[in-house]
């Protein structure tokens, strides 16, 4: 493979490079449209084309002539001005970076906070985040993990569709303002995740088919065509995306990847490309002495995924678990229909908060097979877990957040739950205080055809699914801006107790290793499938603090458990407190102090308790 980089990179301050691959292509030209000049590109044995050009400015736009027929943008294009159909232009690459000494946390001591940036504030900018960084750090908040970012058609999108992988999305603040967000984010003391979109391109927008073979028909994906990891030339096309990840960590100094829907990525070959990948993602970092996570999206419930590569592992560092998603939320507000016909069985949930995969072999309704792995093995940060995210938020036919599925006690009960769950913890942006606008699906596709198949097939998506109404329009701005977040929410009612629940959770969180302890045997769970009550007990890795947490996951009862003798325990946080209650008034039955000797406890119905463990 060529030694130059893809893309156009300054050699000096006088001279600029652009290299592109396109191995069925007789001839390739630079089209600089400053002074409307094509220069010749000299094709190597691999078919990357290079040439060196003088005097090339910050801003000047360019194309690829392909064969003296069509002109495309860079692949490889660091900035689309105007937009994805349109010209590439020079980037300024420097920045003074002020984070030379940072180092994120690691996964057990990691809480993650999903954002996108397009609804995240009213301006919808990496620069508008940032006033919000030292409020989410002392909120408990370590990483935030920002939804796809490379440049997609129009102004309103999730992410998933974009098409310049190396271009930071021009409406957002293109490459300086992301870059301005990560040293921000590392001033604040918070790491950087960023989901990136390694198995697909957009429908729009997307020229790799004008260069050279990066798709294949071999196999199918949701969105078409697979990408070409294992035929003829894949090689080059794996450097292609490998190359994109590492730029992420060189250029803009990312801390992690969420790899998003890891299980489309088709590759037969001895090394697929996600190993491949991961261990070039590894290797960088053990190069520049840094630590950086590799998490994989999958629903596969493959435990080789987190294995280390010495046993046939994938050797990537998580995967998000949204097992414990499904079964706390068919708990909590009894759907059954879709996917969640598969998580009915509350046995399930225990099992998730005992050993990771609800499924681990056994025949599945859903995928009408034997499905899955154990994870029983393995430690508990290995898993990254969510209540609430884009997936299962926005995927929803009217997007609704958990906040209009369930009452305020169902609420408190997600947040006792997931903040003290043997998992690494995520939070979709808003959780925190219960936000109430809507997270719904959005594009701004030029492509009038393109947009009408969206909104056929956005409808089409729900028929396994019992919800009422339409699929608001997609490509409508109301849409978009029905989902921009109203921090002030946090200030006001009820609101204002969930933002300090949550901030008092992570606070004992954070503070005690006994709830981030990933070994498996530090967690006892007991609980049985005919009670909705069960009791999570926690350790750190000596045995000298430990917690109890008792939940009771049922809708209408009140129920009770005998917990076992051993210890006496005080009570740290009761959801029926006082200052927990929207009038003030307590109504717990749980005591303030458990003795050593078997006791039962009392819980009203969606309410928990957590312990202490006094001796």
Same mark, same amino acid.
């Given at each position: 493979?060529?030694?130059?980089?893809?893309?156009?990179?300054?050699?000096?301050?006088?001279?600029?490079?652009?290299?592109?691959?396109?191995?069925?292509?007789?001839?390739?030209?630079?089209?600089?449209?400053?002074?409307?000049?094509?220069?010749?590109?000299?094709?190597?044995?691999?078919?990357?084309?290079?040439?060196?050009?003088?005097?090339?400015?910050?801003?000047?736009?360019?194309?690829?002539?392909?064969?003296?027929?069509?002109?495309?943008?860079?692949?490889? *294009?660091?900035?689309?001005?105007?937009?994805?159909?349109?010209?590439?232009?020079?980037?300024?690459?420097?920045?003074?970076?002020?984070?030379?000494?940072? &180092?994120?946390? *690691?996964?057990?001591?990691?809480?993650?906070?999903?954002?996108?940036?397009?609804?995240?504030?009213? *301006?919808?900018?990496?620069?508008?985040?940032?006033?919000?960084?030292?409020?989410?750090?002392?909120?408990?908040?370590?990483?935030?993990?920002?939804?796809?970012?490379?440049?997609?058609?129009?102004?309103?999108?999730?992410?998933?569709?974009?098409?310049?992988?190396?271009?930071?999305?021009?409406?957002?603040?293109?490459?300086?303002?992301?870059?301005?967000?990560?040293?921000?984010? +590392?001033?604040?003391?918070?790491?950087?995740?960023?989901?990136?979109?390694?198995?697909?391109?957009?429908?729009?927008?997307?020229?790799?088919?004008?260069?050279?073979?990066?798709?294949?028909?071999?196999?199918?994906?949701?969105?078409?065509?697979? =990408?070409? #990891?294992?035929?003829?030339?894949?090689? +080059?096309?794996?450097?292609?995306?490998?190359?994109?990840?590492?730029?992420? =960590?060189?250029? #803009?100094?990312?801390?992690?990847?969420?790899?998003?829907?890891?299980?489309?990525?088709?590759?037969? &070959?001895?090394?697929?490309?996600?190993?491949?990948?991961?261990?070039?993602? @590894?290797?960088?970092?053990?190069?520049?002495?840094?630590?950086?996570?590799?998490?994989?999206?999958?629903?596969?419930?493959?435990?080789?995924?987190?294995?280390?590569?010495?046993?046939?592992?994938?050797?990537?560092?998580?995967?998000?678990?949204?097992?414990?998603?499904?079964?706390?939320?068919?708990?909590?507000?009894?759907?059954?229909?879709?996917?969640?016909?598969?998580?009915?069985?509350?046995? =399930?949930?225990?099992?998730?908060?005992?050993?990771?995969?609800?499924?681990?072999?056994?025949?599945?309704?859903?995928?009408?097979?034997?499905?899955?792995?154990?994870?029983?093995?393995?430690?508990?940060?290995?898993?990254?877990?969510?209540?609430?995210?884009?997936?299962?938020?926005?995927?929803?036919?009217?997007?609704?957040?958990?906040?209009?599925?369930?009452? #305020?006690?169902?609420?408190?009960?997600?947040?006792?739950?997931?903040?003290? &769950?043997?998992?690494?913890?995520?939070?979709?942006?808003?959780?925190?205080?219960?936000?109430?606008?809507?997270?719904?699906?959005?594009?701004? @596709?030029?492509?009038?055809?393109?947009?009408?198949?969206?909104?056929?097939?956005?409808?089409?998506?729900?028929?396994?699914?019992?919800?009422?109404?339409?699929?608001?329009?997609?490509?409508?701005?109301?849409?978009?801006?029905?989902?921009?977040?109203? @921090?002030?929410?946090?200030?006001?009612?009820?609101?204002?107790?969930?933002?300090?629940?949550?901030?008092? =959770?992570?606070?004992?969180?954070?503070?005690?290793?006994?709830?981030?302890?990933?070994?498996?045997?530090?967690?006892?769970?007991?609980?049985?499938?005919?009670?909705?009550?069960?009791?999570?007990?926690?350790?750190?890795?000596?045995?000298?603090?430990?917690?109890?947490?008792?939940?009771?996951?049922?809708?209408?009862?009140?129920?009770?458990?005998?917990?076992?003798?051993?210890?006496?325990?005080?009570?740290?946080?009761?959801?029926?407190?006082?200052?927990?209650?929207?009038?003030?008034?307590?109504?717990?039955?749980?005591?303030?102090?458990?003795?050593?000797?078997?006791?039962?406890?009392?819980?009203?119905?969606?309410? #928990?308790?957590?312990?202490?463990?006094?001796?």
């Amino acid at each position: 493979m060529t030694p130059f980089p893809l893309g156009a990179h300054a050699i000096n301050t006088h001279q600029t490079r652009f290299t592109v691959w396109a191995p069925e292509r007789d001839t390739v030209d630079v089209h600089l449209m400053r002074n409307d000049t094509y220069l010749p590109m000299e094709k190597d044995q691999n078919g990357y084309f290079s040439v060196v050009v003088d005097d090339v400015q910050v801003g000047d736009r360019y194309m690829y002539r392909l064969d003296h027929d069509r002109e495309r943008p860079d692949p490889a *294009s660091r900035h689309q001005p105007d937009t994805v159909h349109g010209a590439s232009a020079i980037v300024d690459t420097h920045f003074d970076w002020t984070d030379q000494d940072w &180092s994120p946390p *690691s996964l057990e001591n990691s809480v993650f906070y999903e954002i996108h940036v397009g609804t995240y504030t009213d *301006s919808g900018t990496y620069d508008a985040i940032i006033p919000h960084l030292p409020r989410l750090e002392a909120l408990g908040i370590t990483t935030i993990e920002l939804m796809p970012v490379a440049q997609f058609p129009g102004k309103r999108n999730w992410g998933y569709d974009g098409v310049a992988l190396f271009a930071p999305h021009k409406d957002y603040g293109g490459v300086q303002g992301l870059k301005r967000l990560v040293n921000a984010c +590392h001033t604040a003391g918070l790491a950087v995740c960023l989901d990136v979109v390694y198995n697909h391109l957009g429908p729009e927008g997307n020229y790799l088919w004008d260069y050279g073979p990066y798709f294949t028909e071999r196999y199918h994906t949701p969105w078409g065509a697979s =990408l070409n #990891f294992d035929g003829a030339k894949s090689d +080059h096309v794996k450097r292609f995306f490998i190359e994109n990840a590492l730029y992420w =960590l060189e250029d #803009f100094h990312i801390d992690a990847f969420r790899l998003d829907a890891t299980h489309e990525l088709y590759d037969f &070959s001895a090394v697929p490309f996600l190993e491949e990948l991961t261990a070039e993602i @590894h290797a960088w970092a053990e190069k520049n002495n840094k630590q950086v996570y590799a998490i994989a999206e999958n629903d596969r419930s493959d435990r080789r995924l987190t294995l280390p590569r010495s046993v046939n592992g994938a050797g990537l560092d998580g995967q998000w678990l949204d097992d414990l998603h499904h079964t706390l939320h068919v708990a909590l507000t009894s759907e059954d229909d879709g996917y969640y016909a598969d998580y009915t069985d509350y046995a =399930l949930l225990l099992k998730v908060l005992r050993e990771g995969f609800s499924y681990s072999g056994q025949y599945s309704p859903g995928w009408d097979r034997k499905h899955g792995t154990s994870s029983a093995d393995l430690s508990t940060e290995r898993f990254i877990v969510c209540t609430q995210n884009h997936d299962q938020v926005g995927n929803r036919m009217l997007g609704e957040r958990l906040s209009a599925l369930t009452d #305020f006690d169902g609420l408190k009960l997600v947040a006792g739950l997931l903040l003290t &769950s043997p998992y690494v913890p995520l939070l979709f942006m808003g959780q925190e205080y219960a936000e109430t606008a809507p997270f719904l699906y959005f594009i701004s @596709h030029g492509d009038e055809n393109l947009v009408k198949a969206v909104q056929e097939g956005r409808a089409e998506e729900f028929s396994a699914f019992a919800w009422k109404g339409s699929p608001p329009d997609p490509n409508a701005v109301e849409t978009f801006n029905r989902s921009k977040l109203n @921090h002030n929410l946090r200030k006001q009612g009820t609101h204002a107790i969930m933002y300090n629940l949550y901030r008092t =959770l992570l606070t004992l969180r954070h503070n005690n290793p006994a709830l981030t302890n990933p070994a498996r045997d530090a967690t006892n769970i007991y609980g049985n499938d005919a009670n909705r009550i069960l009791c999570m007990e926690r350790r750190d890795a000596n045995n000298t603090s430990a917690f109890r947490i008792v939940l009771n996951i049922a809708l209408s009862d009140t129920l009770n458990m005998t917990l076992p003798a051993g210890d006496r325990w005080e009570k740290v946080i009761d959801s029926n407190a006082s200052e927990w209650r929207p009038d003030g008034d307590p109504i717990s039955t749980a005591p303030d102090t458990l003795s050593d000797s078997n006791q039962t406890l009392t819980l009203p119905p969606k309410s #928990f308790a957590i312990y202490r463990r006094s001796r």
